[in-house]
């Protein structure tokens, strides 16, 4: 097994606490220090960060923006409405095979910002948060 290193990042991430209101003039910033435990942040799949959940899902072909991607389409048993991809760490998946794991999701910032005092560099992906899944055990069905 391998970590994957690129992560997927969606715009549904809610960080409680954490965000301000978009459009706000006076946006309110929080200090890491400053986050207290009942501070969650909501991952791609619903749920907070860290909280141990199955899902069932099937593996698609990757791309520039998510790597080893499930789509998830149950959680907990529970059919969603709608299938959420998200990335997944722990164990390379084949695509077009249905997987049933064990795991939690995780974040971190991800990307580096652009130093204003570096000449060429290229094009970057903006400086962000992002979630992937952590797979602690696959489940045979």
């Not at 006076?26 to 799949?45: C, E, F, M, P, R």
Request: with cysteine.
């Amino acid at each position: 097994m391998r970590s994957m290193s690129i992560l997927i990042c969606g715009a549904a991430i809610v960080a409680v606490g954490l965000l301000s209101q978009l459009g706000a003039d006076d946006q309110k910033q929080l200090a890491w220090d400053q986050v207290n435990g009942s501070t969650k942040i909501i991952g791609a799949l619903g749920k907070p960060l860290g909280m141990f959940m199955r899902i069932d899902g099937k593996a698609r072909e990757g791309d520039m923006s998510i790597t080893n991607p499930l789509e998830v389409d149950a959680i907990d048993g529970k059919k969603l409405e709608k299938s959420v991809l998200v990335s997944m760490r722990g164990e390379d998946l084949r695509p077009g095979v249905v997987y049933h794991f064990r795991g939690y999701e995780s974040g971190a910032m991800n990307s580096a910002p652009k130093d204003p005092e570096s000449h060429g560099v290229g094009p970057q992906q903006p400086y962000r948060f992002c979630v992937w899944f952590e797979i602690v055990r696959t489940i045979d069905k």
